[in-house]
């Protein structure tokens, strides 16, 4: 039984990682990846400006060491190789935001997703 909730597990993480429409609300002065894309696309913002970072502009949803070879296929067993997992909620798993404008049922959605594999499990 544990095998099949790792499996759930595995592929509601795979769908989470793909060129989902989600964008971070975050303070130029405490944003230090903007400080890296402003240089290259040579760009002014000025400090404590609200701005909005498409997450999928980042190295996030297409890194290899937790995505595969290939990270824009889906394939839902990559997980399996690697440390990073979907039953916690970590840096690497932005679906709810953060900061202090994360979204605040996010804990309540994990402890749902839990219960719903217990029930159907």
């Given at each position: 039984?544990?095998d099949i909730?790792?499996?759930?597990?595995?592929?509601?993480?795979?769908?989470?990682?793909?060129?989902?429409?989600?964008a971070?609300?975050?303070?130029?002065?405490?944003l230090?990846?903007?400080?890296?894309?402003?240089?290259?696309?040579?760009?002014?913002?000025?400090?404590?400006s609200?701005?909005?970072?498409q997450?999928?502009?980042?190295?996030?949803?297409?890194?290899?060491?937790a995505?595969?070879?290939?990270?824009?296929?889906?394939?839902?067993?990559?997980?399996?190789?690697?440390k990073?997992?979907?039953?916690?909620?970590?840096?690497?798993?932005?679906?709810?935001?953060?900061?202090?404008r994360?979204c605040?049922?996010?804990?309540?959605?994990?402890?749902l997703?839990?219960?719903?594999?217990?029930?159907?499990?």
């Open positions: 039984m544990p909730l790792c499996e759930v597990f595995m592929h509601a993480r795979s769908v989470l990682h793909a060129h989902q429409p989600l971070i609300l975050s303070i130029a002065k405490y230090q990846i903007i400080n890296n894309f402003i240089q290259e696309i040579i760009m002014f913002i000025p400090k404590l609200r701005c909005m970072v997450t999928y502009l980042m190295d996030i949803h297409y890194n290899t060491t995505y595969g070879l290939d990270p824009r296929s889906f394939l839902p067993y990559h997980g399996l190789k690697n990073f997992t979907a039953s916690k909620t970590d840096k690497n798993y932005f679906i709810f935001g953060s900061g202090k994360a605040p049922g996010r804990h309540q959605v994990e402890r997703k839990k219960d719903i594999l217990w029930t159907f499990g």
